[in-house]
C-alpha cells in the first residue's frame, strides 16, 4: 500500500512566523501535490512537483514556497504565515500520467 | 480544460441498501483516470476506486464499483450493503494525460447512512 506521511496532524502557528509543513511518500512516485482544502472553495492546488528540484506552481502559490531536494519528500512552506492561512493541508503523491494520487491524512494548520 | 460535476450535495441511505453517487466529467483528453475518493469527517482522503479511459470493464473494489458510460460522459460510485462508516464526503476526480499531471476535483456529495 501506498503510505503519504504528513509531519503533524495538527499545528498552531503565529502570526508572521515560518512554517515548515512535511511530506513524505514511500512509493518512489513522481509527482507530489500541495492542496488547501476550506469550506465552500473545495480542494486548491497550491504547488506541485513532478521531479527533484522541478516544482510549478498551481492556482493559489502566493505565500508559499516548496521545496523537493530527494524525491520522497515534498514540503511546503508558508513564508510569512498570515491568518488567511487557517486551513486544512493535504499532500498527495502520484505515478506519472492519469493515475490516482495518493493523500496524506492532512495537517490543520492553525495562523493565530 | 476539465470538469468534475457532482450534482448531489447530499444524500441519504439506509442501512445495508446499495446508494449511486453521481459524477460527469468533460475532457479533451483522448486518455484520462477517474478516480473516488471518500474524506471522512476527520479529514484524510482516502483513495477508493480507479477506472481508465480505455478499459473496458467497470472497476470494482469490494462493496465499491464504478458505473462508467463513456458517451455519457458519466463515472458513477455505486456502493453495496452501505455501512454506517460510509458516511462521509465522496469526490470525484479525474486527471488526463495532458494537463501537467494536474487532478480535477470535484465538489463532493456529503453521503449519510441511517441506521
Known amino acids: 500500500d501506498v503510505k503519504v506521511t504528513q509531519s503533524s496532524r495538527y499545528l498552531v502557528k503565529r502570526t508572521g512566523e515560518k512554517v515548515f509543513l512535511e511530506c513524505v511518500q514511500d512509493?518512489?512516485?513522481?509527482?507530489m501535490f500541495w492542496y488547501r482544502q476550506d469550506p465552500g472553495l473545495g480542494l486548491r492546488l497550491i504547488y506541485f512537483s513532478y521531479d527533484v528540484k522541478m516544482k510549478e506552481k498551481g492556482d493559489i502559490p502566493e505565500g508559499y514556497s516548496v521545496s523537493r531536494e530527494k524525491k520522497e519528500r515534498f514540503s511546503l512552506i508558508l513564508e510569512s504565515a498570515s491568518t488567511n492561512q487557517t486551513s486544512m493541508y493535504l499532500c498527495a503523491s502520484s505515478l506519472i500520467g492519469n493515475q490516482p494520487q495518493h493523500f496524506g491524512d492532512g495537517t490543520r494548520l492553525s495562523i493565530l | 480544460a476539465q470538469k468534475i460535476t457532482q450534482t448531489q450535495p447530499g444524500m441519504f441511505v439506509q442501512e445495508k441498501e446499495a446508494v449511486t453517487l453521481d459524477c460527469t466529467y468533460d475532457?479533451?483528453?483522448?486518455?484520462?483516470?477517474l478516480f473516488w475518493y471518500k474524506q471522512p469527517s476527520s479529514g484524510e482522503m482516502i483513495f477508493l476506486i480507479y477506472?481508465?479511459?480505455?478499459?473496458?470493464q467497470n472497476a470494482t473494489e469490494g462493496r465499491y464499483s464504478l458505473n462508467f458510460q463513456k458517451a455519457r460522459k458519466s463515472a458513477n460510485l455505486v456502493i453495496s450493503a452501505s455501512q454506517l462508516g460510509d458516511s462521509a464526503m465522496y469526490f470525484c476526480a479525474m486527471r488526463g494525460d495532458t494537463n501537467a499531471g494536474k487532478s480535477t476535483f470535484g465538489d463532493g456529495t456529503t453521503l449519510t447512512v441511517k441506521p
Open positions: 512509493m518512489d512516485h513522481e509527482n
Open positions: 475532457t479533451s483528453d483522448p486518455s484520462y483516470g
Open positions: 477506472q481508465g479511459s480505455y478499459d473496458q
